[in-house]
């Protein structure tokens, strides 16, 4: 695999890319984004760049890492989605002229939300993805809220592993800078989901933010979006961002890396997931 960093032009000026190239010919081109709430960050984390070698690697994929624009500074909502729509038209662009027939946007967390908008948009303007990818994705403002169960496991999880409602507001506040009047495309799962490719969801069992994660599925089968569902069991929100990568990350990592391959056609099953299942 060969690394390479790029930059394109874009509406708020130059933005870097890390273009992943597996050694042999992709069969499918990724756009990733990392997490970090929209404020924190960058293409060098392990979210990004040990996840965008590791799909590479293991989905014989294009990856092309985005250091989007984070909150904060003046910078709120679209600015960030509106760099990651810009290097989604360009990997289009690419994979089009260099014959790669699955064309995929993917994040975790909060890229997983700039992932799912970048996908509606294109959807709209025609320059659809083949393929979504999500982990642990922050999809929805409110959040809903974790089971009771959960929740008391969860109790003995250090307070950076968690997601209480103040933090989701400073969240949600820093991206859009309001907390009421959201909108859609800033957290997708308001918006309007038909018509999305075939779809992949992650989550992390010990997450705060698994509710949204479990919505986003029961919305998209609900519209007829084919939607695949990994539970990662007892793993914390972020896990694939973790060194070493534990192995629920791995499972994360090839359940991932099998919604790249170009025989996959839908769910095993209608609502079907896979992992531990809940009690």
């Not at 307070?159 to 907390?179: E, S």
């Amino acid at each position: 695999m060969t690394t390479e960093d790029y930059a394109i032009d874009g509406p708020h000026g130059v933005i870097p890319l890390r273009i992943y190239r597996p050694a042999t010919c992709p069969s499918s081109a990724l756009l990733w984004m990392h997490g970090g709430g929209f404020r924190h960050g960058s293409i060098d984390m392990q979210e990004a760049h040990g996840v965008s070698a590791e799909l590479a690697a293991r989905a014989t994929a294009l990856v092309v890492s985005v250091d989007y624009r984070l909150a904060g500074d003046g910078v709120t909502f679209p600015v960030p989605l509106d760099d990651v729509y810009a290097a989604w038209k360009w990997l289009a662009s690419f994979a089009d002229s260099s014959e790669i027939g699955i064309r995929a946007l993917g994040g975790a967390s909060a890229g997983a939300a700039l992932a799912l908008a970048a996908a509606l948009r294109g959807r709209d303007d025609s320059r659809p993805a083949d393929r979504l990818l999500l982990a642990y994705p922050f999809a929805h403002y409110p959040n809903p809220a974790i089971d009771d169960e959960t929740a008391r496991e969860m109790a003995a999880l250090p307070g950076i592993l968690r997601f209480p409602p103040k933090t989701v507001d400073a969240m949600v506040a820093d991206y859009v800078g309001r907390i009421t009047d959201i909108p859609a495309l800033a957290l997708p799962g308001a918006a309007r989901l038909d018509g999305l490719p075939l779809t992949a969801i992650t989550l992390s069992e010990f997450d705060d933010l698994r509710p949204s994660g479990e919505l986003l599925q029961r919305q998209l089968a609900s519209v007829g979006v084919p939607v695949r569902t990994h539970l990662a069991a007892r793993m914390p929100h972020g896990h694939l961002n973790h060194v070493p990568v534990p192995a629920g990350a791995s499972a994360s990592l090839d359940f991932l890396a099998a919604a790249l391959s170009p025989t996959v056609q839908g769910p095993p099953q209608k609502g079907a997931m896979e992992g531990r299942p809940r009690r």
